[in-house]
């Protein structure tokens, strides 16, 4: 193998997987790598889903599972339970994963039978692929990590280590390994709304990494979400995550701490506090 594809954090953005697609065509893999994150917080997590697994059987893609594919598991055997809430502040945090459990419900055996982590032999060495690091599918690599902390998130057997997670990319040798974050297809965090992945080239003197930026229309996926029945099924949340993907920033982590507990007190209600968190931030953009 001479060229490798790493994606990640594609969140149900059709719109982004597809013009991501046609940019992996042009520059032709001899594999293409998921490293999780297909579903949730966008508006068409079932088609993603769908096309992923497609090009798995067709094109031979590798894929694990991330963070929001287990919350969706999670969630499937949760909902039985007799305390699942049907009401109140519980239940409107729980909207969003509903929504998405719904359009992928009959995959949930296929999604569960995605691994965890990728070692891919390379004959020089291995890829190794997790969604977030070693230690956890929420445990995020950072570009400004001590390198005494990026040791402990790796796998430094690794020639190469991709994960996604964060949605901020980047690329950065580490004693033996490059460590790359492959940033995110359908949810960028770094204010850059363009779609991003990695490409890695061998060459003469070992591999390389690049992350790529592939532009979408933005407003198709804004369109799919206001007018394919996302934002009226998620409630108070649907404003803040489409403000993410219309400006490429982390705004729900944010928000949580700021107005959680207010929120489960009853001091402000969910779209009250959404309303208040989005009008600073549009003041101070």
């Known amino acids: 193998m001479q060229k ?4 990640a954090d594609i969140h149900g953005n059709l719109a982004a997987l597809h013009a991501l697609i046609e940019d992996l065509e042009r520059w032709s893999p001899d594999l293409v790598v998921v490293a999780g994150d297909i579903v949730n917080r966008g508006p068409q997590s079932g088609p993603c889903l769908d096309l992923v697994l497609r090009l798995v059987v067709e094109r031979g893609w590798r894929v694990i599972r991330g963070n929001h594919e287990r919350y969706v598991i999670g969630y499937d055997t949760d909902r039985h339970r007799p305390d699942f809430p049907r009401s109140g502040v519980h239940y409107e945090f729980s909207r969003i994963i509903n929504w ?3 359009q992928v419900a009959d995959r949930i055996a296929t999604v569960a039978a995605l691994p965890e982590h990728l070692r891919i032999d390379l004959g020089d060495g291995a ?3 997790y969604h977030a690091s070693v230690r956890h599918d929420r445990d995020g690599l950072y570009a400004k990590a001590s390198a005494a902390l990026l040791t402990t998130q790796i796998d430094p057997s690794a020639t190469i280590f991709c994960a996604g997670h964060t949605h901020m990319p980047f690329a950065r ?4 390994t490059l460590v790359v974050n492959v940033g995110s297809v359908g949810l960028p965090f770094d204010g850059d709304c363009r779609a991003a992945y990695a490409r890695l080239t061998r060459g003469r003197a070992g591999w390389d990494a690049r992350i790529v ?5 933005v407003a198709v996926t804004a369109w799919a979400f206001r007018h394919g029945g ?3 099924a998620i409630g108070g949340h649907a404003p803040l995550l489409l403000r993410e993907i219309e400006t490429g920033r982390s705004l729900i982590f944010s928000f949580i701490p700021t107005y959680h507990e207010r929120i489960m007190a009853g001091a402000l209600s969910l779209d009250e ?3 208040e968190f989005l009008t600073v931030f549009d003041q101070t953009r």
């Open 4 to 7: 490798i594809a790493v994606l």
């Open 230 to 232: 996302m934002f009226d």
């Open 100 to 102: 998405t459990h719904a």
């Open 213 to 217: 930026r592939v532009p979408y229309d």
């Open 173 to 176: 040798q580490l004693d033996g």
């Open 273 to 275: 506090a959404v309303h």
């Open 127 to 129: 890829l190794v692929v």
